[in-house]
């Protein structure tokens, strides 16, 4: 037996509670809607009927929201503000076709930045606005267009294209490589986990023929900046990118004790990448498709 259908509660009751929860006032929020107080209190009973919750504590004249209502309201303001973009655009009011596009840290600043004024060629009207948010946006919430995310893929249902793999390098201090003679010396040292992928140092000691437990002094770091700092700290063992190791290898502040290009030989499944990462319907906006078509065009593998 099928679940009977989903219904929205009734959208001007909606617009009531909106305006009541920016007012903290039923009166208040009459004024602003211009109609009488008991019509706005009348609107949030209907609302409250239709979810079966309490949304406001009467005391007196005054009202304090529920908890359910301060809820209610982030997903009510999100929706909102969501639906006047799509206004914005469906009508073509805004001043120029907006993409917001999110990337990874390290992908934005090694990668895309130097390469926006090729978008901008093609589309010199866009109004393109960037963030960098680690973990995937929620593309609705976030008000983001396309992502370009640092994993393995896997983010369903969202169309996914790889652009370029990023292999790691082991990297540390020339201290701590002086205690490193074979790969299983590594489970005796601190090692620096990257937060999006705990798995990756479990693959590399595969990968290197190593079984074991690594020890209890390991850290989670959020992003390439960090691990990078992390490692020229001393705090351990880190995988750096290709580019980083380079950079901090010819400083003489990290050396790779286990030579150079360890993950090149793993197998592709256990490499992390970036990713090209977008709901499927972003692409009928003709601004968000122009940005997907260039980004997919980009031999992303170009850089020094």
């Known amino acids: 037996m099928q679940d009977p259908p989903f219904r929205l509660p009734p959208l001007n009751a909606i617009r ?60 009510v303001d999100s929706a909102f503000a969501e639906l006047a973009e799509g206004v914005r655009r469906v009508t073509k009011t805004g001043p120029r076709p907006r993409v917001n596009v999110n990337a990874s840290p390290y992908f934005a600043t090694r990668y895309l930045l130097d390469r ?9 009207d866009a109004d393109l606005r960037l963030t960098t948010i680690v973990e995937l946006p929620d593309f609705v919430a976030d008000d983001v267009d396309v992502a370009v995310q640092w994993g393995y893929g896997g983010w369903k249902p969202y169309e996914q294209i790889l652009l370029v793999r990023d292999y790691k390098e082991l990297c540390c201090t020339p201290e701590l490589a002086a205690r490193i003679n074979k790969p299983e010396d590594l489970l005796g040292l601190p090692l620096l986990h990257p937060v999006l992928s705990k798995g990756l140092w479990h693959d590399v000691l595969r990968h290197l023929g190593v079984a074991g437990i690594a ?28 580019v980083d190791a380079r950079e901090e290898i010819a400083l003489g502040r990290l050396v790779a004790p286990l030579g150079f290009g360890v993950m090149r030989q793993m197998s592709k499944e256990t490499v992390p990448g970036f990713f090209l990462v977008f709901p499927k319907a972003h692409r009928r906006v003709p601004a968000v498709a122009a940005f997907c078509a260039w980004v997919e065009k980009e031999d992303w593998s170009e850089l020094k």
Do not use: W
């Not at 305006?19 to 009973?45: G, H, N, T």
């Not at 926006?116 to 010199?124: G, K, N, V, W």
């Open 16 to 75: 009531v509670f909106r305006a009541v929860m920016a007012q903290r006032s039923f009166r208040r929020a009459s004024d602003e809607l211009r109609v009488s107080p008991q019509a706005v209190s009348q609107q949030i009973k209907t609302l409250e009927n239709s979810l079966a919750v309490s949304l406001f504590d009467r005391k007196g004249r005054s009202i304090e929201p529920t908890e359910a209502a301060i809820l209610f309201a982030h997903y």
């Open 116 to 124: 926006l004024s090729r978008f901008r060629e093609r589309m010199p």
């Open 215 to 242: 020890s209890g002094k390991d850290m989670q770091l959020e992003d390439a900046a960090t691990m990078r700092r992390a490692a020229i700290a001393g705090l351990g063992v880190g995988l750096l990118s290709e």
